[in-house]
């Protein structure tokens, strides 16, 4: 905007008027003729007035004046050229006033005679009609100029042609009111928040929506207007479409008012602009389809069909991971029996109470379905590893099953007995398709059936064969535990130079029956029942018992014990304490005790792992990683794990001989343990050319049937006493 008013006198006295038009006595400065000889002061005069003319046409801006005395008035070439009169033209106040159109009038008379009266100046915006009759847009600007005694003698001032603003104002204007019509009467609501998450605008449907007025929002940061949204799935929505400057769009509910939402949010220079509508009535429909589709009416379980949609999913789970599930069909025995006698209605009664009964017997993620009539099927996934394990598992849910029918249904107040028959199948990515699956589950049903009802029966006999024999070993393993049926055997680890540097630990079963169990037969299910922390507390108090006696002679004081521990035992929260407490209780030297942990059992809670490492390190524990290779270590916390020792698991120590890669493997981890300051022991040493290797690689010490195989107490001493010729590798 021209600062228009400050620079009028300059306008209109260095204005070179064409004043050979005019007479009168108007007191003007003429032009100056070209031949004339200027002064510098003259010259700077015209120089300037030439600007002022190329400014005043570029800018459509010019000067006039009235002679109070004649009423005449004079305007410069670019005010003719506005009013579209030839240059030069001279007017009587009256004759110019006729330039302001009806609408106008009125108005200009009365600034005019303010400013001739009392000498009031003014500046606004009018508009005119020229002689042309075009309509134009004028910013006028007058002020009074009076003589030294304070007499008024002219009105001056200056007009510029501001049609070109006054259109664009316009079609801004109309723009933004159309802009705003839009959004108040599109369907959508619609919020805009500016970069800093100020809330600018929201259209009436927005107000509705989100139960605000614009009075207490806009202006507002919008996380203050609605802080449950904090943290959340919008927020996260709204920042990544600023941050990465892409739109985003997607349905979520809000939870404070109840509200489903359908969102598109689109990022530009200014902020977000957001439009959402209210699906709620959508997604109740929705959900009402899906229960009607998905779910029996009587029970509220999932029906046939989703429970179909189910295994399928679950088969197509198993292809990927390798991890077997479970099918359990469920046949109520006596249904028809009850039905018959007491009515649908009480029937109905039945099943629903059997289906509280079976969810209640596994864990929220499986599928208790009601297959039709008074046939339900469970569907267990994530059981293990081997179909052992998930046969035990589903033979357990199975026992589950059949207790918890054990107590009388209450049948609108009669006590009703019912039984089930049990059949499962165990699936994994090879089982074929559902309608297989289901149809093995079936017949191991009617096998339970046939064998007089209210039992369990496998598809498979062998697999139930296996599943009993588990179960038996898993009740033997308790009572091992209370009898004392556990040794252990202590295997030598030495160094490459032949000095023996300690012995591992390692746990066996003395069976009644079966004779020496060796722990990969029952660790597996000692973890899963729970029963590996009082056995791996025994290992541990028995490790260190004779490590306490070695401490006690000049000639074994030196030997380190190697102790296994389970993830489980490892996990507990008093793990710490317990190792602080078998330490203390049996007065072994807590620098001679090697902790051997696997891989896995790094994977989880990382920093927790190392908390507990170190606390033990700091008394002396050693830790070693046992079977390393085998796992998923990651090299990215390998070294931040205080770990004093890498055992090459055996598999590599054998494959160096044979095809494959272990013998790079064996350097890799020679290399890795060098950089990480950790000694390497090899594992499984059986022959003098593994041994050459081993040495051969760089690795410090080493363990196997070469060295000796795991020994009773009795034997490892005799083993320790026995003189040895260092080793020496023979290639
Ligand atoms: P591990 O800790 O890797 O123990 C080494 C296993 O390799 C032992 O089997 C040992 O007898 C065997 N072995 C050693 N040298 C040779 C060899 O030269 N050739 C062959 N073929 N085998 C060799 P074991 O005693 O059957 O133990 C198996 C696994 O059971 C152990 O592997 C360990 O993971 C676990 N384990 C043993 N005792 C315990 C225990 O007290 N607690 C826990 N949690 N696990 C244990
Ligand atoms: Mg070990
Ligand atoms: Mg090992």
Known sequence: MFIIGSVIARIVSAIPWRVDALTGPLKMQATPSASATYSISQRRLLQSAALLQTAGRIARLGGWMIDVATDRVLWSDEVCD????????????????????????????????????????????????????????????????????????????????????????????????????????????????????????????????????????????????????????????????????????????YEPLDLWTEIRAYPSQEGLAIYFLDISQRKASEAE???????????????????????????????????????????????????????????????????????????????????????FVILLEDLGVTDVEAAAGAQAIGGKVLAAFGAPFDIAGVAEYSTPSVGITIFDGGSGSVDDVLKRADMAMYQSKAGGRNGISFFDPDMQARVSARVALEADLRQALAHQEFVLHYQPQAAVDGRLCGAEALVRWQHPRRGLVPPSEFIAIAEETGLIIPLGRWVMETACRQLARWGASRATDMLEMAVNVSAYQF??????????????????????????????????????????????????????????????????YLHRLPLDQLKIDHTFIWDAFREGHGAAIVRIIVALGKA??????????????????????GCQAYQGYLLSKPLPEAALAEFIARPRAPARPRM
């Open 82 to 253: 506005i009013h579209e009169v030839p240059h030069g033209t001279v007017l009587t106040l009256e004759q110019a006033m006729r330039y302001y159109p009806p609408g106008w009038h009125a108005k200009a008379e009365q600034l005019y005679a303010r400013c001739l009266r009392e000498g009031a100046p003014f500046d606004e915006e009018m508009q005119i009609l020229t002689s042309g009759g075009r309509v134009v847009w004028v910013r006028a600007i007058g002020e009074a100029v009076r003589d030294a005694d304070g007499a008024l003698l002219q009105v001056q001032g200056a007009c510029q042609d501001i049609s070109d603003k006054k259109a664009l104002e316009f079609s801004a204007s109309q723009l933004s009111e159309r802009l705003t019509t839009t959004l108040e009467s599109i369907t959508d609501a619609f919020l805009m928040v500016d970069r800093d998450w100020t809330l600018t605008y929201l259209n009436s449907e927005a107000e509705r929506l989100l139960q605000c007025t614009r009075e207490n929002v806009v202006g507002v940061n919008v996380w203050t207007s609605f802080p449950e949204a904090v943290g959340g799935p919008y927020y996260r929505a709204y920042h990544k479409a600023m941050e990465t400057n892409t739109s985003v769009s997607f349905e979520e509910y």
């Open 289 to 375: 389809i899906h229960a009607l589709a998905f779910y029996d009416k009587l029970t509220g379980l999932p029906n046939r069909q989703l429970l179909l949609n189910r295994v399928e999913h679950a088969l197509e789970l198993c292809r990927r991971v390798a991890r077997p599930g479970a099918l359990l069909v469920i046949d109520l025995d006596n249904f028809k029996a009850i039905n018959d006698t007491r009515g649908h209605d009480k029937g109905d009664i039945l099943l629903q109470l059997v289906a509280g009964r079976l969810r209640g017997v596994v864990r929220d993620s499986d599928t208790v379905a009601r297959f039709g009539g008074d046939e």
């Open 571 to 636: 996990h507990r929260a008093d793990f710490v304490e317990t190792v602080l407490a078998v330490l203390r209780e049996s007065g072994a030297r807590p620098s001679r005790l090697k902790l051997e942990l696997t891989e896995s059992l790094l994977l989880k809670d990382v920093d927790g792992t190392i908390e507990k490492m170190k606390r033990l390190k700091q008394i002396g524990v050693g830790f070693a990683l046992d079977d390393f290779g085998t796992g998923y270590s990651s090299l990215s």
């Open 676 to 697: 990480l300051k950790m000694t390497v022991l090899a594992e499984g040493v059986e022959t003098d050319s593994q041994f050459s290797f081993i040495v051969a690689e």
